[in-house]
């Protein structure tokens, strides 16, 4: 899929992304009195884009407003053109909701197929996806990037482990979809079970979660896989939106379709090239419901630095964390990512943790609760005060460290909740 289609230069990409741009915003101002009226307020016209730097003076779309178009009162294209809806599970308030046109189920499905082709999947695999159907973009959208591409789906779904494990080994499963809370709780399964001979995987594609590059180790080494992240949301499309490739330096990501731009969250102002901050994401293509500057609350940074895997698509870094999931400790802010790529970098604990905030007498306490790994040659008692040491130098915070016996804390089958804030 990628192999197939000439390369696009930087050059030739941020034309196109112009290009599209353009018609983007015209598209809005024309179908959408919703986001007329917001371009309005904001002061700007579709004629006031003419560099790609413009796209800044035009309104955000917070999740918010997703969330107060419930149910279709975001849908542009026609009702004769709109074919299909996906729903993303409301933990707070109603679900957000994507509408897909023919067009937009085409180009998800690509995007899809150029993820698993940079992986490495090819037609000669069987894929299993232990991701969620129905609502869900996940399963429909992994099955059907990967039948684009000529692959065996073996659409599962989250069934029982047991069951599971039965079809892995019955069908010869190679590439395995899931996220990493999962392919952890496989992994170890897999272990103890004694089953590894068993098993034919090759390749995990793995998304829906930030993980840690400790949690990865783990997991190639459990089941013997090299992993790629995945990334995507249901608000623009859903997964697919781009994938690490093998040198596994960054995420990228599909920028003919999708325009990226990194905010800093608190302001509002484009960050410099490599410069950390949030995620906003324009769909340049999407006919049913196209979503302009959306702010996914994803911490990342732009690659400016073209890979040397050759591929011309840009990158950004793997997800830190999201905006939400800040931490104020003691006027200190703190992404739980920071937390783990300190627990990754010392050796001798494993990649399951836990962050743990109380109030006492006033003052904030955090305690990181992390794993030993297996067999580790240092007592637990030696491995905390490592890991505080490393987490002051670092992050500048002193937590209280307890390391706990390999296994002893949670697993979970979806995404596994890692920072429990008891404060008021
Ligand atoms: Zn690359």
Redesign the pocket.
């Known amino acids: 899929m990628i192999a197939r289609q000439p390369m696009l230069s930087e050059k030739r990409i941020a034309e196109m992304q112009l290009v599209k741009l353009k018609r983007l915003v015209h598209y809005l101002y024309n179908n959408s009195p919703y986001n007329q009226k917001k371009m309005e307020k904001a002061g700007v016209r579709p004629e006031d884009l003419n560099t790609l730097e413009d796209i800044a003076r035009f309104p955000f779309t917070e999740k918010q407003e997703l969330r107060d178009l419930y149910p279709d009162k975001l849908m542009i294209a026609s009702e004769e053109e709109i074919v299909r809806l996906h729903a993303s599970s409301g933990t707070t308030g109603k679900k957000t909701v994507t509408f897909y046109s023919k067009q937009d189920l085409d180009t998800w499905s690509e995007m899809m197929a150029r993820c698993l082709t940079l992986a490495g999947v090819t037609n000669r695999d069987r894929l299993q996806i232990t991701s969620g159907y129905g609502l869900w973009t996940a399963g429909a959208g992994f099955q059907a990037g990967a039948e684009r591409i000529g692959a065996l789906v073996m659409p599962v779904g989250p069934i029982a482990m047991e069951q599971q494990l039965e079809l892995m080994i019955d069908f010869g499963t190679t590439v395995l979809v899931s996220t990493s809370s999962y392919a952890l709780l496989l992994g170890e399964q897999i272990a103890a079970r004694g089953l590894r001979d068993k098993i034919k995987l090759r390749i995990g594609i793995v998304g829906s979660e930030r993980w840690s590059d400790a949690m990865r180790l783990q997991v190639e080494k459990l089941l013997g896989i090299e992993t790629f992240d995945i990334i995507g949301m249901t608000e623009t499309y859903g997964p697919g939106t781009g994938l690490?490739?093998?040198?596994h330096?960054?995420i990228?990501y599909w920028a003919d379709h999708l325009l990226f731009e990194i905010i800093d969250p608190v302001t509002g102002i484009p960050c410099q090239p490599g410069e950390e901050g949030e995620l906003v994401v324009t769909t340049l293509n999407k006919q049913a419901n196209p979503l302009l500057r959306y702010r996914t609350r994803d911490i990342t940074s732009l690659i400016p630095e073209p890979?040397?895997?050759?591929?011309t698509y840009p990158?950004i870094k793997r997800l830190v964390g999201r905006s939400d999931d800040m931490i104020k400790f003691r006027a200190v802010n703190i992404y739980p990512g920071q937390i783990d790529h300190v627990i990754s970098e010392v050796s001798g604990l494993s990649s399951e943790y836990q962050i743990r905030l109380f109030r006492v007498q006033g003052r904030d306490v955090m305690i990181v609760r992390v794993e030993a790994e297996q067999g580790s040659k240092l007592s637990n008692e030696q491995l905390a005060s490592v890991l505080q040491k490393q987490i002051k130098i670092t992050i500048n915070v002193t937590p209280d460290v307890e390391v706990v016996d390999y296994g002893s804390l949670p697993r979970s089958e979806k995404k596994t909740k890692r920072v429990f804030d008891e404060r008021e």
Not at 244 to 247: A, G, V
Not at 307 to 311: K, P, Q, S, T
Request: proline content about 0%.
């Open positions: 690490d490739c093998k040198l330096d960054g990228h890979c040397a895997c050759g591929l990158r």
